[in-house]
Every structure is written in C-alpha cells, then in structure tokens.
C-alpha cells in the first residue's frame, strides 16, 4: 500500500516539502555515522535486472554502504503511464529481494535536489550521497538551463556527487570551467557488462509483441508482470 503523500507540485506550504518514504530498509544499511549512500532515482516501469547490476557495480566500486532506489510520485520530464505506482513499488519489492545492500523509498518529488531535501530526514546521520545515473541524465543535469547555472552547480555538488554509467555512450565533460570546476565530483561507474539492451521500454515492447522477458527482468517481476497482465495493451505509440 502507498503512503499517503502530499502532492509534489500542489499547493501551498506542507504540501511543497520533499517527503520521502522509507518503504524497505536495506538489512545492510548507512551505519549510524556518517557512512555512504548511493541514490538510483526513476520510473521503474518496470525494475530490471539494469537497475540491480548498477546498483552492485556502485556499492562495489565506491564502497558504498547501501543505494536506495527512489520512486517518485512526479517524475521529471516522464509522464506516468503503463504500471500503476502500487504495481511499481510491488515490482521493485519482489525485485530487491536478494539484494541486501538496497532500500526502498518513495517520494514526493523527482529533482535531485528535492530528493536530497528528503532524505535529510531519513537519514539524519547524514552520509555522503553518490546519485547513480546514465550519461544522458548526466548531460542534461549539467547543460540545463537553469536561472543562475553556477549557483545550481555549486548547490548541487555540495549536496552529491554523480556516478555516471556509460550506457549507450560515454560522458564527456563540456570544455565548460563552470562544469570542470566541479570534475572531481563526476565518477565514471564501470558496468559489469553491456546493459544497452536492458530498459523498462524494452521490456515493455517485448511484452506488447509476445515476447519473453526473462532475461531482462528478475524472476520474481516477471511472474508478477504475468500473472497481472501489467502491461497487457499497452503501446509504446
């Protein structure tokens, strides 16, 4: 069952707080000290094995003491569509199952900066966050148009740090000072394999044409993706 959420972008005063809730707690989880955690925002629309072997590849190459998984009841630039966010979460569950080192949180907002603001409260023993992304993400992150670019960068960085994951290409900083100032904040995060043709959209699209799923999902999403016809007629048009 969802908690009960304000609405992320309605209304006055309580209701814009970020708020994030804990859904699973990691059973190796963010020491009561310091420690450090990773952050892998987005749709899940559905979870794949993609999000699962990043969050492994950070915690392993970082050192990082657990990665929470963050679903968002306003996705950025992404309009919902396809799973329910009850069906998502009940995904991302069965997904994380095996994985002791991932928590679960659902949250108001999808910014970066809002989830930061959340998590403040979850996590007051303020650890170091590494928010896990793609190269695409990463580029618009640092390109945007944002009022003031250098007070957001300078706002952002202090509050993360970003690990990039070459998919589909890898990132390349701008020949820009503003970004270059904050490089030693942008890690490059080295996948396991070739994850390119693992997405929620392929998954998707091999539901809609037949197709099996298995290797793009784990075990316990597809069972569930079946047995509730989750995206049975739906298209990608």
């Given amino acids: 069952?969802?908690?009960?959420?304000?609405a992320g972008n309605a209304g006055p005063g309580e209701a814009q707080i970020p708020r994030l809730d804990l859904i699973v707690r990691a059973r190796a989880a963010v020491p009561a000290i310091s420690?450090?955690?990773?952050?892998?925002?987005?749709?899940?629309n559905p979870i794949t094995r993609a999000h699962l072997l990043l969050a492994r590849a950070a915690v392993e190459q970082f050192n990082l003491h657990e990665v929470i998984f963050v679903l968002s009841k306003i996705l950025p630039h992404k309009p919902l569509f396809g799973a329910s966010i009850e069906q998502r979460l009940d995904m991302m569950r069965l997904g994380i199952a095996d994985a002791p080192y991932i928590s679960l949180g659902f949250c108001t907002h999808g910014l970066f900066m809002d989830i930061c603001t959340a998590l403040k409260i979850v996590y007051p023993q303020n650890p170091e966050l590494y928010f896990i992304t793609g190269r695409d993400a990463a580029e618009r992150?640092?390109?945007?148009?944002?009022?003031?670019?250098?007070?957001?960068?300078?706002?952002?960085?202090?509050?993360?740090?970003?690990?990039?994951?070459?998919?589909?290409?890898?990132?390349?900083?701008?020949?820009?000072?503003?970004?270059?100032?904050?490089?030693?904040?942008?890690?490059?995060?080295?996948?396991?394999?070739?994850?390119?043709?693992i997405s929620s959209t392929r998954v998707r699209q091999r539901i809609g044409a037949g197709q099996p799923i298995e290797e793009l999902v784990p075990p316990g999403v597809a069972d569930f993706i079946r047995k509730h016809k989750v995206y049975e007629g739906h298209s990608e048009d």
């Avoid at 069952?1 to 304000?6: A, N, V």
């Avoid at 450090?36 to 899940?44: A, K």
């Avoid at 009022?147 to 820009?176: W, Y």
């Fill in 141 to 197: 992150i640092l390109s945007w148009p944002y009022p003031d670019p250098a007070q957001a960068l300078e706002q952002m960085f202090d509050a993360f740090q970003l690990l990039v994951c070459s998919r589909h290409g890898k990132l390349t900083l701008p020949e820009n000072p503003m970004i270059q100032k904050y490089s030693g904040c942008i890690h490059t995060l080295r996948l396991p394999e070739n994850l390119d043709h």
């Fill in 35 to 44: 420690g450090r955690l990773g952050v892998l925002g987005g749709g899940y």
């Fill in 1 to 6: 069952m969802i908690p009960s959420l304000p």
